[in-house]
């Protein structure tokens, strides 16, 4: 018989999988649309800078477009299994616990609302790649740098800046989603078990922020916030989008349903 702590870990393993999936999906779609301009800037005659330049650009632009509306159905399809998972992580630990309850669905929107922000800030990163690349060639035609160092420049701000604060966004927002959902599900959940607490659990990183493992394993009611920083920080779950930035960007915490008569539901 699976008990809660079993049922988190699994749910949680779940989790890690879901994002790291999404990202790696946005990465592949980047490293194609890398491949994509690298063959389009190949084929430009070697004095494109004098006559080719805004073709360039526009075909540059539409292929990152492509990308950028790809990799935000990607992220899309990613935040709203997060959304899901979130909320099913609560019902399977308070399942296992031995507690039946139906349920209504959670209220979808607030999904809805970042759904709407998530997919325009990926498609957002595009262009701003766009832009960037665009800018680099057009320094090739005052003769502020060679089109081979061009190249490299295109490469380098697909490879590494647009792929690092993509994977960044889909991180931190779709551990967004899940963590939201989970926190309105014990809620919902509460009514029904009394005395229902949730757990602060650090992530599984070599490096995890100092302020988040020192609360590591902190239990609060399900109404009540977590407190960080000796109770200078409030959030009612890992994510939550009022805490400050340096509490949210890249976290990899959650928080778990503690059930009455048990006491550990995570390790």
Not at 45 to 70: H, K
Not at 96 to 116: C, H
Not at 244 to 266: D, E, L, S, Y
Request: glycine share 8%; hydrophobic share 45%; proline share 5%.
């Amino acid at each position: 018989m699976t008990t809660p702590a079993e049922a988190a870990r699994k749910a949680l393993r779940g989790r890690t999988r879901l994002i790291n999936d999404t990202a790696g999906e946005v990465r592949k779609l980047l490293a194609q649309a890398d491949r994509q301009i690298a063959a389009i800037l190949a084929a430009a005659p070697s004095d494109y800078q004098q006559w080719l330049l805004p073709q360039l650009q526009a075909e540059i632009r539409r292929a990152l477009a492509v990308t950028g509306g790809e990799a935000a159905s990607a992220v899309d399809l990613g935040q709203q299994a997060a959304w899901r998972a979130g909320s099913t992580l609560v019902d399977d630990v308070v399942a296992a616990a031995g507690v039946r309850s139906a349920l209504p669905q959670l209220d979808v929107q607030q999904l809805t609302a970042m759904r709407g922000f998530l997919t325009e800030k990926i498609k957002g990163v595009t262009l701003e790649a766009a832009n960037a690349i665009n800018a680099q060639l057009g320094l090739v035609t005052i003769g502020a740098q060679t089109p081979f160092d061009a190249v490299k420049q295109v490469s380098s701000i697909l490879k590494a800046d647009t792929q690092r604060r993509a994977t960044t966004i889909v991180h931190t927002e779709l551990a967004r989603a899940y963590s939201t959902a989970n926190q309105a599900r014990m809620e919902q959940t509460a009514k029904l078990v009394p005395g229902m607490k949730k757990r602060w659990v650090k992530s599984g990183k070599l490096h995890p922020r100092l302020s988040h493992a020192v609360i590591h394993g902190q239990e609060q009611l399900v109404g009540a916030p977590f407190l960080l920083e000796g109770g200078a920080v409030k959030m009612m779950y890992p994510h939550d989008p009022s805490a400050p930035a340096r509490h949210t960007i890249n976290c990899g915490c959650v928080a778990v349903p503690v059930v009455p008569g048990f006491r550990r539901t995570t390790t």
